[in-house]
């Protein structure tokens, strides 16, 4: 068996799992640790490349250097594999550990996991933004109110009217609403812009202040009402990690024109009625 010892690696026919070790061998955080990278901090994962002097830099900090930023000197494409088959023993600890995420895992997955983790970092929703804020889930609201100098509209109840003011002026314009039902949060954008074609549109969407998995659990559904007409849109909520910019491109949700709005507008104002459900 590949035992891991205090003083060195010993290499045999078979791996010792991280759980299997005794209190005569190096702890798995310990381990781990080894696999720090000296530039972000991150662990540096399989394929393990090093310098001329065995020292590792993680592949995306790599990509950036031109010397070993602990030796200075030359990096080179040597891959390291008995560090490699150390790694396939430890579980790493997942990079957002320092905001709650208590996952260790394999190399083999953690990438896919940090995807999805719940504890990552939130980007800014706000339309158009490019403030760059990153937070935690629970200041997203609290950043969104920021951003629009706490003009953001905020309902609660699973069905709520929105009323989106001025559709008719010219430009680019983006409404948000905050609905808050079934203890979740929900941030409702339309946009008007110009996608694809030329012409201005109007899109909408709702996304959820929470998790991928956490938003399949629910549906929503956008109606615009007037004499003889409907128009509606009734999908599953995108999740705060998802960029409603790709739902508004590859219209993955309630899309118009502003003619049609006029149809179902009073007086330059639109009320889109806003329906969540759980399934």
């Known amino acids: 068996c590949v035992h891991v010892c ?14 299997e070790m005794t209190d005569n061998t190096v702890s798995n955080s310990d381990l781990a640790s080894l696999f720090e990278c000296p530039v972000c901090f991150n ?8 310098c001329q002097s065995g020292h590792l830099v993680c592949s995306e900090c790599r990509s950036r250097l ?18 490699e088959r150390v790694a396939d023993l430890v579980l790493f600890p997942c990079r957002y550990a320092s905001s709650g995420c208590g996952a260790t895992l394999p190399p083999t997955e953690k990438a896919d996991h940090e995807e999805h983790c719940e504890f990552r970092p939130c980007r800014c929703p706000c339309p158009g933004a490019s403030c ?49 039902c ?23 969407a709702v996304q959820l202040i929470g998790t991928r998995e956490q938003a399949e659990h629910f549906t929503y ?8 007409r409907r128009l509606m849109w009734e999908a599953t909520p995108l999740s705060i990690h998802e960029r409603i910019e790709t739902a508004f491109l590859n219209c993955d ?27």
Request: charged share 10%; glycine share 8%; aromatic share 8%.
């Open 253 to 279: 949700c309630l899309v118009f024109y502003p003619r049609v709005g006029e149809l179902f507008a009073e007086n330059g104002d639109l009320s889109i009625n806003v329906t969540i459900s759980m399934t």
């Open 221 to 228: 559904r956008l109606e615009l009402n007037g004499t003889r």
């Open 66 to 83: 031109t010397h070993c930023p602990t030796c200075r000197g030359p990096l080179t494409a040597v891959r390291n594999l008995a560090m």
């Open 43 to 50: 662990h540096v994962l399989p394929p393990i490349t090093q």
């Open 6 to 19: 205090v003083s060195a690696v010993c290499v045999g026919s078979c791996a010792l799992s991280p759980t």
């Open 132 to 180: 760059g804020w990153q937070g935690a889930m629970d200041a997203v609201v609290p950043h969104v109110m920021q951003h629009y100098n706490n003009s953001v509209i905020t309902l609660e109840g699973e069905v709520v009217v929105f009323l989106a003011v001025n559709i008719n002026l010219a430009g680019t314009l983006d409404w948000v609403m905050v609905q808050s």
């Open 182 to 204: 079934f203890g979740s949060q929900f941030l409702l954008i339309l946009e008007k812009l110009e996608i694809h074609d030329g012409y201005q549109k109007f899109f909408a």
